[in-house]
């Protein structure tokens, strides 16, 4: 690797990463398999991704199938929830090696106002330990929502479900090339959204 994508800290290797975390296969309502997932976003230049399939489409044995699959990807396991709030909500639960990074997911799909928005935001921050929102819906940016009053790190993903949505949108990020150190970054906000 160039040694312009490298530095050190403290003695620690860091690297400019690439990644998506919120992506969907063949375990719920995706096109292609998790192995074919990572394929493809690997080949677009990819460092990690998330697999999160829908809690209430999951297939039996996916978790099997997520750990069966050859990358070169770092590849979090992670599940996208149901929450039921004045109508529902989804929430992807990421897993990952001791942590977790819960992500409200496609603001802009639930057709609600601002203040609906945000309670809905708020009521959810109460029911889980919200680390970040997303603000994107299929890969597409919706910057009204990318405003301070939300209080939380607003991250972009493709929420890919076909070879045809994937890398619409993804989140860039410098540090080390782990699971945990990368839900801290998202956590702290210290990574950037990219668009197509």
């Known amino acids: 690797m160039p040694d312009a994508f490298r530095r050190r800290v403290d003695g620690r290797a860091l690297m400019l990463m690439k990644g998506c975390l919120h992506t969907h296969t063949t375990c719920s309502d995706g096109k292609l398999s998790p192995q074919q997932v990572a394929d493809a976003y690997e080949e677009k230049g990819y460092d990690f991704i998330a697999f999160t399939d829908h809690d209430y489409l999951l297939k039996p044995k996916s978790a099997g199938l997520y750990r069966d699959v050859r990358s070169g990807l770092i590849l979090f396991e992670g599940i996208e929830l149901t929450v039921f709030v004045k109508g529902y909500v989804h929430v992807n639960r990421i897993y990952g090696e001791e942590d977790e990074l819960y992500v409200l997911n496609h603001l802009g799909e639930y057709d609600l106002s601002m203040e609906q928005v945000m309670d809905r935001i708020e009521t959810v921050a109460g029911m889980f330990p919200l680390d970040a929102v997303e603000v994107t819906s299929k890969g597409f940016r919706n910057p009204e929502y990318e405003i301070p ?48």
């Open 149 to 196: 009053e939300i209080r939380f790190p607003k991250i972009a993903s493709d929420d890919a479900h076909t070879r045809l949505g994937i890398g619409r949108a993804w989140i860039e990020l410098d540090g080390p090339r782990d699971k945990d150190s990368i839900i801290r970054k998202i956590r702290q906000g210290d990574f950037w959204n990219c668009y197509v």
